[in-house]
């Protein structure tokens, strides 16, 4: 019973911060996409770290980011903003290819990963690699809640909501100001040059 006041706030949060999620649709369920994204990843510019590797840690000044992001996305990423419900066109991107990280590149998120949750922000059901994501407590507005940003720059990026589809159970609500996509094309030609 001491726990049905965090159930109650954990609902009522899901529904409105991120709406009610509708019927849950994997773009694509193959591993082997996954495994295909997963090992040309590094061949990238983006050179992430090695999957047990360290995450070195960007640490720019505030202005940087001022001067590099659009203000829409310094507010989300910087400021702990949140962008308008769907009004990202990362919502209907269904191309394979790898999400990451708009401030910094790091690979955040694979395209077999995201599904449509209905609820106006791009959704996955887990990261790239738990290490490259960063998950905190948020208390903000009443609430408690898992916030999750960038492991390398900080940035902010949404939350996650035990709602999403099997195998984790969880949705990652993010802002798609956040992530750039990069599509499984440019993966074969950078192999190329």
Not at 95 to 119: M, V
Request: proline letters at 8%; one cysteine or more.
């Amino acid at each position: 019973m001491r726990y049905l006041p965090f159930l109650f706030a954990l609902v009522l949060l899901s529904t409105t911060a991120c709406n009610s999620q509708s019927k849950v649709q994997t773009s694509t369920d193959t591993s082997e996409l996954a495994t295909t994204v997963k090992s040309q990843t590094p061949a990238y510019k983006y050179d992430p770290p090695a999957v047990d590797g360290e995450i070195v840690p960007i640490d720019k000044p505030d202005s940087y980011w001022k001067e590099m992001l659009s203000p829409e996305a310094y507010n989300v990423m910087r400021e702990d903003g949140t962008e308008r419900s769907f009004t990202s066109p990362l919502n209907d991107e269904k191309r394979a290819g790898i999400f990451t990280c708009a401030a910094c590149g790091l690979p955040a998120y694979n395209s077999d990963a995201k599904f449509k949750s209905g609820t106006g922000w791009p959704s996955f059901f887990q990261p790239v690699n738990d290490a490259y994501v960063k998950q905190d407590v948020d208390n903000r507005y009443g609430m408690r809640r898992v916030e999750v940003s960038c492991a390398r720059c900080g940035s902010h990026q949404g939350h996650i909501f035990p709602d999403g589809p099997k195998p984790t159970g969880l949705r990652y609500c993010i802002n798609g100001v956040s992530l750039n996509f990069v599509p499984m094309e440019d993966f074969s030609k950078a192999e190329k040059e």
